[in-house]
């Protein structure tokens, strides 16, 4: 089970108590996009093994939306942040690349 801790409130409780929004820093497409570019954001989706960049919200705490770096096969939560943060912070990716030194970072 996922152990996580909200950016915006400060609870740290299990992951049935957030609910997961899919991948992070994806580049949204919308009006006056190409058809291709928008079905490639709406349905082509990253699913790696190791180092994801993920949505959540505190559904069932503050509701609010948050980011968080987490290894898929292990489930190691490296840290959350804000939504509204464009890329993960420093200190997050040095907490990956202590645990994972050869991560290659996001692509």
């Known amino acids: 089970m996922l152990l996580l801790t909200c950016p915006c409130c400060g609870v740290s409780a299990e992951e049935t108590e957030f ?3 899919g991948e992070a820093h994806l580049k949204r497409f919308g ?5 291709a570019e928008y079905e490639a954001y709406m349905f082509a989706r990253k ?3 190791g180092v994801h960049f993920e949505r959540w919200r ?4 503050c ?15 490296f840290g959350t942040y804000p939504a509204q943060t464009l890329e993960p912070p420093a200190e997050i990716i040095a907490r990956i690349k202590a645990r994972r030194p050869d991560w290659e970072g996001l692509k």
Do not use: Y
């Open 19 to 21: 609910s997961n929004g």
């Open 31 to 35: 009006p006056g996009s190409s058809d």
């Open 47 to 49: 699913n790696p093994r």
């Open 58 to 61: 505190h559904a069932f705490g």
């Open 63 to 77: 509701g609010k939306w948050f980011l968080a770096a987490r290894c898929t096969t292990t489930l190691e939560v």
